[in-house]
């Protein structure tokens, strides 16, 4: 027995008495189709159970419910929370979330948007590898689905973003510092073109510079090895009283290092680190920290992607209110012991 066949393109534009182009139209939207030509096209469609490949953009309104996260790295503990509330958020929604990452490498980004787009995801979220990429920026302008910033704004676009303060919990790590009396605050990261590592290098340099400290920044931390040797290189010249880390991962670098190399932390150097993370609060000495609201991060970003869809094309004053573009959130203080504190606080 001969196995049935989906129906093709060209059977419906048969059945329908209208060319393929006019179909395609009907399956992207019904632009520019007259009304009794996009019933007969529908009808056609429905009665021969045509579904395109990708599936599913067959009628006006129709949604995939598929959403597309794109961020640097699963592994990341940031990013895997932000995907975690996203993914609540789009289960809520009855959608299904599609994650790829990208190392924050901008080919790699564009060719994800490029393949989600392709796969007719109703919209996308994206933590975008550089904040000024216009190439990006053009692509997801065209993409003709919605798209939200996550953690990093996309700059000189009209693309909503949620991200935390990141100057701000920079500038009061800092001064938390200075308040402990340090005078030699040393600042160690790394990826800084990185939108959210620069905010926090500035916060960093206007605190130091407004108490008359000197900026000691080091930006060359890719690993354990490059921090072990920058610390083995600021003890040998000048040693600082304190050092700020900018990333979760550069403070388990720095922490684990001056244990090795015999500095009593926070006796000899304080360390306060930006980002928290599962053990900071369990090593000993536990680990002064700026936390994000990284789940809020997330789950604000696909609460509004989905209220932009819900939304799409009623450009008034009602879809202002109804979709914030820009949300910067706060950041929290979590005072452990590192830092010099003895008793762990929130601030």
């Given at each position: 027995?001969?196995?049935?066949?989906?129906?093709?393109?060209i059977?419906v534009?048969?059945?329908a008495?209208?060319g393929?182009?006019?179909v395609?139209?009907?399956?992207?939207?019904?632009?520019?189709v007259?009304?009794?030509?996009l019933a007969?096209?529908?009808n056609?469609?429905k009665?021969?159970?045509?579904?395109?490949?990708p599936a599913?953009?067959?009628?006006?309104?129709?949604?995939?419910?598929?959403?597309g996260?794109?961020?640097?790295?699963?592994?990341d503990?940031f990013?895997s929370?932000?995907?975690?509330?996203?993914?609540?958020?789009?289960?809520?929604?009855?959608?299904?979330?599609?994650v790829?990452?990208?190392q924050?490498?901008?080919?790699?980004?564009?060719?994800s948007?490029?393949?989600?787009?392709s796969?007719?995801?109703?919209g996308?979220?994206?933590a975008p590898?550089?904040?000024?990429?216009?190439?990006?920026?053009?692509?997801?302008?065209?993409a003709?689905?919605?798209?939200?910033?996550?953690?990093?704004?996309?700059?000189?676009?009209?693309?909503?973003?949620?991200?935390?303060?990141?100057?701000a919990?920079?500038?009061?790590?800092?001064q938390?510092?200075?308040?402990?009396?340090?005078?030699?605050?040393?600042?160690?990261?790394?990826?800084?073109?990185l939108?959210?590592?620069?905010?926090?290098?500035?916060g960093?340099k206007?605190?130091?510079?407004s108490?008359g400290?000197?900026v000691?920044?080091?930006t060359?931390?890719?690993?354990?090895?490059?921090a072990?040797?920058?610390?083995?290189?600021?003890l040998?010249?000048?040693?600082?009283?304190?050092i700020f880390?900018?990333?979760?991962s550069?403070?388990?670098?720095?922490?684990e290092a001056?244990n090795?190399?015999?500095v009593?932390v926070?006796q000899?150097?304080?360390?306060?680190?930006?980002?928290?993370?599962?053990?900071a609060?369990?090593v000993?000495?536990?680990?002064?920290?700026?936390?994000?609201?990284i789940?809020?991060?997330?789950?604000?970003?696909?609460e509004?992607?989905?209220?932009e869809?819900?939304?799409?094309?009623?450009?008034?004053?009602?879809?202002?209110?109804?979709v914030?573009?820009?949300?910067?959130?706060?950041?929290?203080?979590?005072r452990?012991?590192?830092?010099?504190?003895?008793?762990?606080?929130?601030?």
């Amino acid at each position: 027995m001969r196995k049935s066949k989906s129906p093709t393109l060209i059977e419906v534009a048969k059945r329908a008495g209208v060319g393929t182009t006019t179909v395609s139209r009907v399956i992207n939207g019904g632009n520019l189709v007259d009304p009794a030509t996009l019933a007969r096209v529908r009808n056609a469609i429905k009665v021969l159970g045509y579904m395109p490949n990708p599936a599913a953009r067959s009628l006006k309104g129709y949604h995939t419910k598929t959403i597309g996260l794109i961020i640097p790295s699963i592994a990341d503990p940031f990013f895997s929370s932000c995907a975690e509330a996203a993914q609540e958020i789009a289960r809520a929604h009855e959608s299904l979330l599609f994650v790829t990452t990208t190392q924050n490498d901008p080919r790699l980004e564009l060719e994800s948007v490029k393949v989600l787009v392709s796969h007719r995801v109703d919209g996308l979220i994206i933590a975008p590898a550089n904040s000024e990429n216009t190439e990006l920026r053009a692509t997801l302008e065209s993409a003709g689905v919605p798209a939200v910033a996550l953690d990093r704004p996309l700059l000189h676009s009209s693309i909503p973003y949620v991200l935390a303060d990141n100057f701000a919990g920079a500038n009061l790590a800092t001064q938390h510092l200075i308040g402990h009396g340090y005078r030699r605050i040393a600042c160690m990261t790394g990826e800084d073109t990185l939108y959210t590592i620069r905010e926090r290098i500035s916060g960093y340099k206007q605190a130091v510079e407004s108490a008359g400290l000197p900026v000691i920044l080091n930006t060359t931390i890719r690993d354990y090895g490059s921090a072990e040797a920058t610390l083995k290189y600021m003890l040998d010249r000048d040693k600082p009283d304190a050092i700020f880390t900018l990333k979760n991962s550069t403070t388990i670098y720095a922490f684990e290092a001056l244990n090795r190399i015999n500095v009593s932390v926070p006796q000899d150097i304080a360390l306060l680190g930006y980002d928290d993370f599962e053990l900071a609060d369990t090593v000993r000495p536990s680990i002064t920290v700026v936390r994000q609201p990284i789940v809020e991060i997330g789950r604000m970003a696909a609460e509004i992607l989905f209220r932009e869809l819900m939304t799409r094309g009623k450009m008034d004053r009602e879809f202002e209110a109804a979709v914030p573009r820009q949300v910067q959130l706060g950041t929290t203080l979590v005072r452990r012991n590192s830092c010099g504190c003895v008793a762990p606080l929130f601030h």
